[in-house]
């Protein structure tokens, strides 16, 4: 049978975290750039947006645990290590999410409020929406750190070692 497991989205956004860790490094001014004019504004620069990322997997960790929601907004959006030591946290407890969770809770309806929304949803789909969600903040990421005049490095699933393959310059 076909398919895309979690571990393949897992093992795909852990590379995607290895080379902007290793980006940040070389860059670390980068977390400082404005992430231009938006109706949101919760997110003002890069290294907002990259403690959100973080934070949204934390937070529906807890949420599937039933734990209260744990406030990210003491991690300083400026310090490289902090930041990704945060994200290496919050995987791990994604991981353990999901080797604790048996095979008939997958599709059993959760409800909690997140903002203004009441949400229901399934853990199958509220993993999949965490790590879709960080996949789409890395590629914004990306587009801003471009469009500020600053190189970054192919990371769609073309370029990533996921399932083989090559991805160089001809």
Request: a negative charge; hydrophobic letters at 40%; glycine letters at 6%.
């Amino acid at each position: 049978m076909l398919g895309l497991s979690f571990d393949d989205l897992i093992e795909y956004t852990e590379w995607q975290r290895v080379r902007w860790r290793a980006w940040f490094r070389g860059r670390p001014e980068a977390l400082a750039l404005s992430t231009g004019g938006h109706s949101d504004g919760r997110f003002a620069t890069v290294g907002d947006v990259v403690r959100h990322i973080f934070s949204a997997e934390l937070r529906y960790v807890q949420r599937l645990e039933g734990e209260a929601l744990f406030d990210l907004a003491t991690i300083p959006t400026d310090d490289v290590e902090k930041l990704f030591s945060t994200g290496d946290e919050t995987r791990r407890r994604l991981k353990r999410l999901l080797q604790s969770l048996s095979s008939d809770q997958w599709d059993v309806p959760r409800q909690f409020t997140m903002l203004q929304y009441e949400i229901t949803a399934t853990p199958k789909k509220i993993v999949a929406h965490t790590l879709m969600h960080e996949v789409r903040h890395w590629a914004q990421l990306a587009t801003i750190c471009r469009t500020s005049g600053l190189a970054v490095d192919a990371d769609d699933l073309l370029a990533s070692p996921l399932w083989g393959g090559d991805f160089a310059s001809s």
